[in-house]
């Protein structure tokens, strides 16, 4: 008889396309997650993965079988959450997926009040980027995303938690040091470190600085981070400027300065994105409303009168 973890299995390897990568999202070892899935097919009859390309793909039978299991899941999940939200009382289990750009700077400002607060909830939260992040929530994989609102195409239900102002981030020594305010305009794009491709973040900072691409900061190197904080200590050591969002900003910021932009002030929004038939509401309902609480106050004075940047 097939069972829930054999479906689960199903939809891992689906999402992942790799065996390896599929058993650790299922917190189980490769050999069980294929032998799970070896096993489904010999009760089914049929193969649901072709395993002689990489990565691999479903079959055709697979893919509608597939898509089957994602509707028999959902309704298993709806139906033990509707037991659960009898009680009143916020249970069970849920999977957030952050951008690495928020990550670090908002969940140490909510995360361990919100576990001590609800205790018989069990949190899972993973970095991702915001393509992952809507195929994930669309494939029901995860419950909740924290990233930069609107993203256009995704048809989900999105709720706005703060509005971020960019600023400026340049070393002490540099030209555009001396400006008080900095327009689009002063940026041409030589000498501006970005975040690697599939970063939201890095498009928004294009944007911001009217710009299509951008020009290596030194001749003979190319490189691309994934982290803010590698970017500023870049910049601290006197090579190029970026664009950092307001929560990246740290109380002594040395050999660098922080410049506003003149009007209109590019920002982003961070918003919660789950599919509208999410049935964790009083969960995410609560997760928005102490996010919203801990906000620091000058990010709430920031985020006012500023000119917020899409997803494309």
Not at 47 to 58: E, G, K, M, N
Not at 282 to 300: E, N, R, W, Y
Request: charged content about 25%; proline content about 5%; glycine content about 6%.
């Amino acid at each position: 008889m097939t069972s829930e973890a054999q479906l689960q299995y199903l939809l891992a390897v689906d999402l992942h396309r790799h065996f390896g990568r599929a058993a650790k999202s299922c917190h189980v070892t490769q050999p069980t997650l294929s032998a799970g899935l070896a096993k489904l097919e010999d009760e089914l009859g049929v193969i649901l993965f072709d395993r002689s390309v990489q990565p691999i793909v479903p079959t055709a039978s697979g893919e509608s079988l597939i898509e089957q299991a994602r509707v028999i899941l959902g309704e298993m999940a709806r139906f033990k959450n509707m037991a659960q939200h009898t009680s009143k009382e916020i249970s069970g289990s849920l999977s957030v997926g952050v951008i690495p750009t928020v990550s670090p700077y908002l969940l140490p400002l909510f995360l361990d009040e919100f576990a001590v607060n609800y205790p018989k909830l069990n949190l899972e939260i993973r970095e991702m980027t915001t393509d992952d992040i809507v195929e994930s929530l669309n494939k029901e994989a995860i419950d909740v995303g924290i990233l930069a609102i609107p993203v256009e195409g995704a048809s989900l239900q999105a709720v706005s938690l703060y509005k971020e102002p960019f600023y400026f981030y340049v070393h002490l020594d540099h030209v555009l040091a001396k400006k008080r305010t900095i327009e689009s305009h002063d940026i041409d794009g030589a000498g501006l470190w970005l975040l690697e491709e599939g970063h939201c973040f890095r498009g928004q900072v294009l944007d911001a600085c009217g710009l299509r691409g951008d020009t290596p900061v030194l001749a003979n190197l190319r490189f691309e981070s994934g982290s803010l904080e590698t970017l500023k200590r870049l910049v601290a050591k006197g090579v190029g400027y970026t664009l950092i969002p307001h929560l990246a900003l740290s109380e002594n910021e040395e050999d660098v300065k922080v410049i506003r932009f003149s009007k209109p002030i590019p920002a982003r929004e961070i918003g919660l994105m789950f599919k509208r038939t999410q049935l964790k509401r009083p969960a995410i309902d609560a997760m928005t409303a102490l996010i919203q609480k801990k906000l620091p106050s000058s990010l709430v004075k920031a985020g006012k009168d500023v000119e917020t940047i899409s997803v494309v």
